[in-house]
């Protein structure tokens, strides 16, 4: 996902030029909004963390960009691509690096499994949204 923060502030043409100078492939693509009870459903996982309520208002009060990428590897090579949750140690020309305002407004989501990401995959597209 290309977070509200990057969506508000224009980002979505560099953040997806980055992604496809790194090697990733789209196969699906979509601008959403995530109303708060979609929010909590994506990061149920965070339900117990401190951070939770923000995280889901922030997540839900604009749009945002969804996408299934593809690359070998591509858990890995993404979150090598957006760098660190927090921006301030984020690895320099990481995504996050570049664009991210704070540890909770970092840009991006990244999948950390490839399990997680046909969860999330499912969660954002229907079948015929997403090119095989
Ligand atoms: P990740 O996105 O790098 O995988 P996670 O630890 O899974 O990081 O946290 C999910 C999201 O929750 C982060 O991307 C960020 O938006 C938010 N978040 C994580 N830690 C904090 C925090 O300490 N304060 C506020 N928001 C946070
Ligand atoms: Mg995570």
């Known amino acids: 996902m290309i977070k509200p923060d990057a969506v508000e502030r224009g980002l979505v043409g560099n953040i997806l030029s980055d992604i496809s100078d790194s090697g990733f492939k789209i196969k699906a693509l979509k601008l959403t909004k995530l109303s708060i009870e979609e929010a909590k459903t994506f990061y149920s996982i965070h339900s117990e963390r401190p951070f939770f309520d923000e995280l889901t208002k922030y997540m ?24 660190d949750t927090d921006p301030a140690t984020a690895k320099k020309g990481t995504i996050r690096n570049k664009y991210a305002i ?18 999330e995959a499912k969660f954002h597209f229907s079948g015929r949204e997403i090119l095989l």
């Open 60 to 83: 839900s009060r604009s749009p945002i960009v969804a996408a299934v990428l593809e690359k070998s590897n591509a858990v890995l090579e993404f979150r090598n691509l957006i760098g």
């Open 102 to 119: 704070s540890k909770g407004e970092n840009s991006v989501h990244g999948s950390d499994s490839d399990e997680n990401a046909l969860i």
